[in-house]
């Protein structure tokens, strides 16, 4: 089975663009989990989709967003970008119940200028 | 607000030796505990998955442990190889409201020497 993809795995952008990061989970898993990771703050929590519904969000301002399609993969949107925005953004992937182990993808690197 | 805790955040051992990770969580309301394996530049490996009702895991030369009452989990690895260099995370699922959300500690990396 493959595992959780994330593209692209590099970004650079400048400061006030905005970037769109996609995910796809592992087949048959209908949530989908978004974390940024930096040195200072560690694993961040974002949002978590199930069911292309948005089931839990974290403390984030509002130019973080995301959305879920209906094969299960999940895009997250940041606008009017900050330098304090550079990170590794990691996405999981579950089947769906709040027991199971979540598996996380690679993580997409954004250096943002 | 559920906090998560690793401390210390490095540590450098002599291969083959046996050792303990620390984590320790505030609230004692979680759903399960999770370690993890982060290598540089990479995402996550889920190591161990404990559930609330379970007090160890074993996995190989690993055993996660979990006290619920005392807020604490230990990641033990035995006879340590410069492979399990990595950074260590845990994290707890809690509740209530929260259906999927990780609770992170910063991590604990561990450098094994040759």
């Known amino acids: 089975k493959a595992g959780v993809t994330q593209t692209p795995r590099y970004l650079i952008k400048t400061r006030g663009q905005q970037v769109t990061l996609s995910c796809s989970p592992i087949s048959g898993h209908r949530s989908v989990s978004w974390y940024q990771q930096t040195p200072g703050q560690g694993l961040q929590f974002l949002f978590e989709y199930f069911s292309e519904t948005q089931r839990n969000k974290g403390n984030f301002p509002g130019r973080f967003s995301g959305r879920q399609f209906s094969n299960s993969r999940s895009e997250m949107n940041v606008s009017t970008l900050e330098l304090g925005d550079s990170a590794l953004y990691l996405c999981?992937?579950?089947?769906?119940?709040?027991?199971?182990?979540?598996?996380f993808g690679p993580g997409t690197r954004l250096t943002v200028l | 607000k559920q906090e998560v805790t690793q401390i210390p955040a490095a540590l450098s051992v002599p291969e083959g030796e046996n050792l303990v990770l620390n984590c320790s969580f505030t609230?004692?309301?979680?759903?399960?505990l999770q370690w993890f394996r982060q290598d540089p530049g990479k995402g996550l490996t889920s190591l161990l998955l404990i559930q609330s009702s379970q007090r160890e895991q074993t996995s190989g030369r690993l055993n996660a442990s979990l006290d619920k009452s005392s807020g604490r989990s230990t990641l033990y690895i035995a006879a340590s190889q410069p492979g399990d260099s990595a950074t260590y995370l845990c994290?707890?699922?809690?509740?209530?409201?929260?259906?999927?959300?990780?609770?992170f500690g910063k991590g604990i990396t561990l450098s094994v020497r040759p």
């Open positions: 609230d004692s309301a979680i759903y399960n």
């Open positions: 994290a707890v699922r809690i509740r209530p409201g929260a259906n999927s959300k990780l609770t």
């Open positions: 999981a992937s579950q089947t769906g119940g709040s027991t199971d182990t979540q598996y």
